[in-house]
């Protein structure tokens, strides 16, 4: 009878904790799912900023470089985030599902560790973004750097 009770309860807490590993596969999934749209949207904004550059005459201006180049790292990094966000979602829970025993374990813990790599990628496109609009800003307004920042 105790050794009855004793299965039950493991069996109860085994349940309970696969239950909350679920909880955190689902707010990983959640959280990629929300960053691939934001860094699809932030990569479509850096393809119009550089279609917008080619409608004004800018060559040769250090600032015109600089604006393409963190154009081009944004477009670049959230391209990555996209793209690993994607391959994620569809395939960890996957594996925490249908994998072997402790694979639910497995999945989080990988989902850990690249979860920081997108948030990386993620907000290093962030910042290339708004370095690409106080480039452009420093382009339409034809003036000097010390001008703009004073």
């Known amino acids: 009878m105790i050794a009855a009770q004793r299965d039950r309860l493991a069996a109860n807490v085994s349940q309970k904790a696969v239950g909350i590993e679920l909880a955190e596969l689902n707010w990983y999934m959640n959280n990629l799912n929300t960053v691939s749209g934001l860094s699809s949207a932030f990569s479509g904004m850096g393809f119009f900023l550089i279609v917008f550059h080619l409608f004004f ?3 040769g201006q250090k600032a015109a470089y600089l604006f ?3 154009v081009t790292v ?3 990094t959230n391209f990555l985030a996209v793209t690993c966000c994607t391959l994620c979602t569809m395939f960890a829970p ?5 994998g072997p025993q402790g694979s639910i374990h497995k999945a989080i813990r990988s989902l850990r560790g690249i979860h ?3 948030l990386r990628l993620f907000f290093t496109g962030v910042a290339f973004m708004a370095l690409s609009l106080v480039a452009l800003i420093w382009l339409r307004t034809a003036a000097t750097p010390s001008s703009v920042l004073f």
């Open 68 to 70: 393409l180049l963190s």
């Open 74 to 76: 944004t477009m670049c």
């Open 116 to 118: 920081k790599w997108i």
């Open 94 to 98: 996957g594996m925490a599902l249908r």
């Open 57 to 59: 005459d800018v060559e």
